[in-house]
């Protein structure tokens, strides 16, 4: 039969198995197309999925047009004659030249491949990433380890073989592919982002061009320009690495057909090359190099003009490559373009430098000084620094009895309680199971009593299910996945009154039929107040804040809902969240989505059985809304929704609150965060409400004037609604995010000065002061209070923020957000007067921790095998005067439970310290309490800390 004849047949085998892994993988992504086809049709959002899909089949079938070309050249310009039969071939290359021209050409083709799978590898997992993907760190191994094994398998099949070099040109090719169709993002929202209207005074582009349309241009020439090389460089390598080329060491050449073919490929490189250096004049705006943020003199007068003049001369160079008849003296204009456009790449280099130190620095502010203006300008837009309302307020050195009545609506809401002890304390005595969590303690208000104006500040913390503390005896697949599915219940703590005994009071503990509800005489809150303000209804939570693992439910089995006693209660999922996996099609789409086939065995479920996925609540979000940045914790809030959308159920109450930002990197002229995070525009865009029983998903438009966003809405129109419309006692517990106001406080630390020559000389410059909690020195983090605003008669809620110069603990200002009602987002700057020393956090505890009466008595309890822990200060506005509080803790050195011993309070001129706030107070301003330590800074000794700060 001989040779041939086994040859069939194996050609056969192969491409049978080849049909049967196509095969395996479609039906795997035909199931997997099913489950997210259903997960997102329980939110009705099927059309946004599939505008999705579309997107990245438009993008695909786009890239493999351009593969499909580079294919079909290559394969053409390969079967052209060679140049072995001509007298004067093109490009000889003999002995040392040959070996450096197949180095080159490996070279090339090596950093070509790493480039391109490098930026698969982005676009599989972090596909939002690839408008910014040279400043992306590899976050682990793998990121770097699986495109390099792939490149380095590819190089050793083009190295055995010149043949290989398709190999290489093909994985290439599929990387190529890949980046084009992830990267639907960068092309959708570059085509819908609408214009601001701004311009930047550089180049006269709309600030929208950077925040969206300038990524998707640089992303889409530079894997363009690698595609391109990559199909030049393995061509000439399948040429340069033939059999008899290696063992001659020769290369005869190109024929002048070759050459006529690889023209116009050279031409359309370097017309891409010429389009990416125009663009990259761009790139000025957003790079910051000594005191300017974005483009400064040296930018605008050398850089630019360069960039300018060498795209300009590789674009006549790319149409003098091509040998088109009416162009005399071809070869002569090329070398002038390659001269020009050289030369203005390596002036560029070499002359910048230069120019720096022996023309700008020496003229630094008056050069710069048009530029400083811009960047101090753009930054404060890009942070809604512009926005500030500053006050100027001179408090007085004295709290008096005036003070107290004036500020009587501050007073009554002063947070005693930090989130840490409090947390210590939940997870002691209330979180009741081994596999209960309290995560977070979330500082929220309610409105217990409807006849008054103001809202009581409460901490709210969930109490979750946290799988990895189960015991290792009860982490069966049943366990994990059918009974234990779910938290169930929050605790509800004053932040402003403690029990008898130093332990958080409470407005709502323990949980389910033992779930008690306490009112508070001391506020004048009654139990009916509490039972009406914060429903507590069905008070599982399927959906929360802690990883958790895919839950089957309804099933067979019932889920634990929650224990009284040594029993527990069990219960069955009501929701309408979930993906249906009551058919055995079903199941099997499960079971290949989860790769779990103990689902096809499984006699637990039933017909209404629901696939529960994707139950922490911001990788919820962020699979819905994947162009949208969750940062921070969500947090809870339990109340009755009274809406007309029936999106939301009547008998649900717990719904966590989740923040997603729209930011960029590429706002013009705007400056890096001083922590080195490349953000250089961010926006608290979407408020995100979850519904902690069904998983349903609710996304609010918080920011109508980000254009990020709304270039998202118009791409997805029905999937974000206008904050007016979230039911209003869901918005009445909307706050000012953290993270968010913690971006603005550092970016307002030197930008808070719009004077060019001050701010180029650095002499005001702010820094958040730190204090001592516990043992440690620690900044001063942003605090929640519930305080009158300058003259306002009743108080509103607040995110505070002290702030004080650059090495010196002196109070400069504050920066407060606000809240409440129409005055949400609104941030509000209170200058104290730079002739008048104020007193900061670190000069108060210095006051504090040297009075003797107050040390000595941190001492008796440090002996006594306590530990004094010192909370956070606080520095309120009361009246006409300032408010220093802080809570003082004792807790066991072995586990012991943080107790509320003291509270020490100050005006900067007084101190006194009570077993609370209502005798510190007196004892403050009249030295009348008994049980208080009533102290005048007058007769205390000399304070050097304190004194060389003043």
């Given at each position: 039969?001989?040779?041939?004849?086994?040859?069939?047949?194996?050609?056969?085998?192969?491409?049978?198995?080849?049909?049967?892994?196509?095969?395996?993988?479609?039906?795997?992504?035909?199931?997997?197309?099913?489950?997210?086809?259903?997960?997102?049709?329980?939110?009705?959002?099927?059309?946004?999925?599939?505008?999705?899909?579309?997107?990245?089949?438009?993008?695909?079938?786009?890239?493999?047009?351009?593969?499909?070309?580079?294919?079909?050249?290559?394969?053409?310009?390969?079967?052209?004659?060679?140049?072995?039969?001509?007298?004067?071939?093109?490009?000889?290359?003999?002995?040392?030249?040959?070996?450096?021209?197949?180095?080159?050409?490996?070279?090339?083709?090596?950093?070509?491949?790493?480039?391109?799978?490098?930026?698969?590898?982005?676009?599989?997992?972090?596909?939002?990433?690839?408008?910014?993907?040279?400043?992306?760190?590899?976050?682990?191994?793998?990121?770097?380890?699986?495109?390099?094994?792939?490149?380095?398998?590819?190089?050793?099949?083009?190295?055995?073989?010149?043949?290989?070099?398709?190999?290489?040109?093909?994985?290439?090719?599929?990387?190529?592919?890949?980046?084009?169709?992830?990267?639907?993002?960068?092309?959708?929202?570059?085509?819908?982002?609408?214009?601001?209207?701004?311009?930047?005074?550089?180049?006269?582009?709309?600030?929208?061009?950077?925040?969206?349309?300038?990524?998707?241009?640089?992303?889409?020439?530079?894997?363009?320009?690698?595609?391109?090389?990559?199909?030049?460089?393995?061509?000439?390598?399948?040429?340069?690495?033939?059999?008899?080329?290696?063992?001659?060491?020769?290369?005869?050449?190109?024929?002048?057909?070759?050459?006529?073919?690889?023209?116009?490929?050279?031409?359309?490189?370097?017309?891409?090359?010429?389009?990416?250096?125009?663009?990259?004049?761009?790139?000025?705006?957003?790079?910051?190099?000594?005191?300017?943020?974005?483009?400064?003199?040296?930018?605008?007068?050398?850089?630019?003009?360069?960039?300018?003049?060498?795209?300009?001369?590789?674009?006549?160079?790319?149409?003098?490559?091509?040998?088109?008849?009416?162009?005399?003296?071809?070869?002569?204009?090329?070398?002038?373009?390659?001269?020009?456009?050289?030369?203005?790449i390596l002036l560029e280099v070499l002359l910048a430098p230069f120019v720096q130190w022996m023309v700008v620095k020496p003229r630094e502010l008056k050069l710069e000084t048009p530029y400083i203006i811009r960047a101090i300008k753009a930054t404060r837009k890009a942070f809604q620094l512009d926005s500030?309302?500053?006050?100027?307020?001179?408090?007085?050195?004295?709290?008096?009895?005036?003070?107290?009545?004036?500020?009587?609506?501050?007073?009554?809401?002063?947070?005693?309680?930090?989130?840490?002890?409090?947390?210590?304390?939940?997870?002691?005595?209330?979180?009741?199971?081994?596999?209960?969590?309290?995560?977070?303690?979330?500082?929220?208000?309610?409105?217990?009593?409807?006849?008054?104006?103001?809202?009581?500040?409460?901490?709210?913390?969930?109490?979750?299910?946290?799988?990895?503390?189960?015991?290792?005896?009860?982490?069966?697949?049943?366990?994990?996945?059918?009974?234990?599915?779910?938290?169930?219940?929050?605790?509800?703590?004053?932040?402003?009154?403690?029990?008898?005994?130093?332990?958080?009071?409470?407005?709502?503990?323990?949980?389910?039929?033992?779930?008690?509800?306490?009112?508070?005489?001391?506020?004048?809150?009654?139990?009916?107040?509490?039972?009406?303000?914060?429903?507590?209804?069905?008070?599982?939570?399927?959906?929360?804040?802690?990883?958790?693992?895919?839950?089957?439910?309804?099933?067979?089995?019932?889920?634990?809902?929650?224990?009284?006693?040594?029993?527990?209660?069990?219960?069955?999922?009501?929701?309408?969240?979930?993906?249906?996996?009551?058919?055995?099609?079903?199941?099997?789409?499960?079971?290949?989505?989860?790769?779990?086939?103990?689902?096809?065995?499984?006699?637990?479920?039933?017909?209404?059985?629901?696939?529960?996925?994707?139950?922490?609540?911001?990788?919820?979000?962020?699979?819905?809304?994947?162009?949208?940045?969750?940062?921070?914790?969500?947090?809870?809030?339990?109340?009755?929704?009274?809406?007309?959308?029936?999106?939301?159920?009547?008998?649900?109450?717990q719904y966590w609150i989740v923040e997603a930002y729209t930011s960029s990197r590429t706002y013009p002229y705007a400056a890096n965060l001083p922590d080195g995070r490349p953000v250089r525009y961010l926006r608290n865009s979407v408020k995100a409400i979850v519904d902690a029983y069904s998983g349903r998903?609710?996304?609010?438009?918080?920011?109508?004037?980000?254009?990020?966003?709304?270039?998202?809405?118009?791409?997805?129109?029905?999937?974000?609604?206008?904050?007016?419309?979230?039911?209003?006692?869901?918005?009445?517990?909307?706050?000012?995010?953290?993270?968010?106001?913690?971006?603005?406080?550092?970016?307002?630390?030197?930008?808070?000065?719009?004077?060019?020559?001050?701010?180029?000389?650095?002499?005001?410059?702010?820094?958040?002061?730190?204090?001592?909690?516990?043992?440690?020195?620690?900044?001063?983090?942003?605090?929640?209070?519930?305080?009158?605003?300058?003259?306002?008669?009743?108080?509103?809620?607040?995110?505070?923020?002290?702030?004080?110069?650059?090495?010196?603990?002196?109070?400069?200002?504050?920066?407060?957000?606000?809240?409440?009602?129409?005055?949400?987002?609104?941030?509000?700057?209170?200058?104290?007067?730079?002739?008048?020393?104020?007193?900061?956090?670190?000069?108060?505890?210095?006051?504090?921790?040297?009075?003797?009466?107050?040390?000595?008595?941190?001492?008796?309890?440090?002996?006594?095998?306590?530990?004094?822990?010192?909370?956070?200060?606080?520095?309120?506005?009361?009246?006409?005067?300032?408010?220093?509080?802080?809570?003082?803790?004792?807790?066991?050195?072995?586990?012991?439970?943080?107790?509320?011993?003291?509270?020490?309070?100050?005006?900067?001129?007084?101190?006194?310290?009570?077993?609370?706030?209502?005798?510190?107070?007196?004892?403050?301003?009249?030295?009348?309490?008994?049980?208080?330590?009533?102290?005048?800074?007058?007769?205390?000794?000399?304070?050097?800390?304190?004194?060389?700060?003043?």
């Amino acid at each position: 039969m001989g040779l041939a004849g086994f040859a069939r047949p194996l050609q056969w085998f192969k491409s049978q198995w080849l049909w049967l892994l196509l095969s395996i993988a479609a039906f795997w992504l035909l199931m997997r197309v099913q489950v997210e086809w259903l997960w997102f049709g329980q939110f009705d959002w099927q059309g946004m999925l599939l505008r999705r899909w579309l997107w990245q089949l438009g993008g695909l079938l786009l890239a493999l047009l351009v593969v499909a070309t580079c294919q079909l050249w290559q394969r053409n310009w390969i079967k052209l004659e060679g140049a072995s039969n001509l007298a004067e071939p093109a490009l000889p290359l003999h002995g040392w030249r040959y070996g450096l021209g197949l180095l080159g050409c490996f070279v090339v083709v090596v950093g070509d491949l790493v480039l391109l799978t490098r930026l698969a590898w982005l676009a599989c997992f972090k596909p939002f990433a690839l408008g910014h993907w040279w400043s992306e760190p590899f976050e682990d191994i793998w990121a770097l380890v699986i495109p390099l094994s792939c490149v380095f398998i590819s190089i050793c099949v083009m190295l055995g073989n010149a043949r290989g070099g398709r190999i290489a040109h093909l994985m290439g090719c599929f990387c190529f592919s890949i980046s084009i169709a992830r990267g639907w993002g960068l092309w959708s929202l570059a085509l819908a982002i609408p214009p601001t209207g701004i311009k930047e005074p550089l180049l006269g582009a709309d600030v929208s061009f950077g925040l969206g349309q300038f990524p998707a241009l640089a992303f889409a020439l530079v894997v363009l320009l690698a595609q391109l090389v990559l199909t030049t460089s393995t061509t000439i390598w399948m040429k340069l690495a033939q059999p008899e080329s290696l063992s001659d060491w020769v290369f005869k050449g190109l024929s002048p057909r070759q050459c006529d073919v690889m023209r116009p490929l050279i031409g359309i490189i370097l017309l891409t090359l010429s389009a990416l250096l125009w663009l990259s004049r761009h790139e000025l705006l957003w790079t910051q190099n000594g005191t300017v943020a974005g483009a400064g003199w040296l930018d605008a007068h050398l850089i630019l003009p360069l960039r300018s003049l060498a795209s300009l001369a590789i674009l006549v160079l790319a149409f003098l490559v091509i040998p088109f008849p009416w162009i005399q003296q071809r070869r002569l204009w090329r070398l002038i373009a390659s001269i020009i456009g050289v030369g203005a790449i390596l002036l560029e280099v070499l002359l910048a430098p230069f120019v720096q130190w022996m023309v700008v620095k020496p003229r630094e502010l008056k050069l710069e000084t048009p530029y400083i203006i811009r960047a101090i300008k753009a930054t404060r837009k890009a942070f809604q620094l512009d926005s500030i309302t500053t006050t100027l307020i001179n408090p007085q050195p004295q709290l008096t009895q005036l003070d107290l009545e004036q500020g009587a609506s501050t007073l009554r809401n002063i947070r005693l309680w930090d989130s840490q002890p409090l947390l210590a304390t939940n997870r002691q005595l209330q979180q009741l199971r081994v596999y209960y969590r309290f995560s977070n303690a979330a500082v929220d208000r309610y409105r217990f009593v409807p006849d008054k104006a103001n809202r009581q500040q409460v901490m709210i913390t969930a109490r979750e299910l946290d799988q990895a503390a189960l015991p290792k005896r009860s982490r069966t697949w049943l366990n994990r996945h059918f009974v234990f599915t779910h938290g169930y219940g929050f605790t509800l703590s004053p932040v402003n009154t403690r029990a008898p005994d130093g332990l958080p009071d409470y407005f709502i503990s323990d949980l389910g039929t033992s779930t008690r509800l306490e009112g508070s005489s001391e506020l004048g809150i009654t139990r009916e107040d509490v039972k009406e303000a914060v429903p507590i209804g069905r008070a599982a939570l399927y959906f929360g804040m802690l990883p958790s693992p895919y839950a089957l439910a309804p099933s067979k089995l019932k889920e634990l809902d929650y224990p009284v006693g040594d029993k527990n209660i069990y219960n069955h999922y009501l929701g309408s969240g979930g993906v249906p996996v009551g058919h055995p099609w079903q199941q099997l789409a499960a079971a290949m989505y989860l790769f779990e086939p103990r689902l096809l065995n499984t006699g637990s479920l039933t017909i209404n059985s629901k696939l529960l996925i994707r139950r922490e609540v911001r990788q919820r979000v962020s699979a819905i809304a994947p162009f949208l940045e969750v940062i921070g914790d969500p947090y809870l809030v339990s109340t009755s929704v009274n809406s007309r959308d029936h999106d939301y159920q009547a008998k649900q109450n717990q719904y966590w609150i989740v923040e997603a930002y729209t930011s960029s990197r590429t706002y013009p002229y705007a400056a890096n965060l001083p922590d080195g995070r490349p953000v250089r525009y961010l926006r608290n865009s979407v408020k995100a409400i979850v519904d902690a029983y069904s998983g349903r998903v609710h996304l609010y438009v918080s920011e109508p004037r980000d254009p990020i966003i709304l270039g998202w809405q118009r791409l997805f129109p029905d999937l974000f609604k206008p904050l007016e419309e979230m039911p209003s006692s869901l918005r009445e517990h909307l706050k000012v995010p953290t993270d968010l106001f913690n971006v603005q406080v550092q970016q307002l630390l030197r930008y808070h000065v719009t004077d060019p020559r001050i701010f180029y000389s650095g002499d005001d410059v702010w820094q958040v002061p730190k204090e001592l909690y516990g043992k440690r020195q620690v900044p001063v983090d942003p605090y929640h209070i519930t305080a009158q605003l300058g003259s306002q008669e009743s108080s509103e809620f607040l995110l505070l923020q002290p702030l004080t110069p650059l090495a010196r603990p002196n109070l400069s200002a504050w920066l407060a957000a606000r809240s409440d009602g129409d005055h949400y987002g609104k941030l509000v700057l209170l200058r104290f007067p730079s002739q008048t020393p104020i007193f900061g956090p670190e000069q108060i505890q210095a006051l504090i921790n040297q009075d003797p009466q107050i040390s000595q008595q941190f001492g008796l309890w440090d002996r006594a095998g306590s530990e004094v822990v010192q909370g956070n200060l606080l520095v309120v506005p009361l009246g006409k005067a300032l408010l220093y509080v802080e809570p003082v803790y004792l807790r066991a050195r072995q586990g012991g439970l943080p107790t509320l011993t003291r509270v020490v309070v100050s005006d900067g001129k007084r101190i006194a310290m009570a077993e609370d706030l209502g005798e510190g107070l007196r004892a403050l301003v009249d030295g009348s309490s008994k049980k208080a330590v009533y102290l005048n800074r007058n007769d205390l000794p000399p304070i050097k800390a304190a004194d060389q700060s003043n």
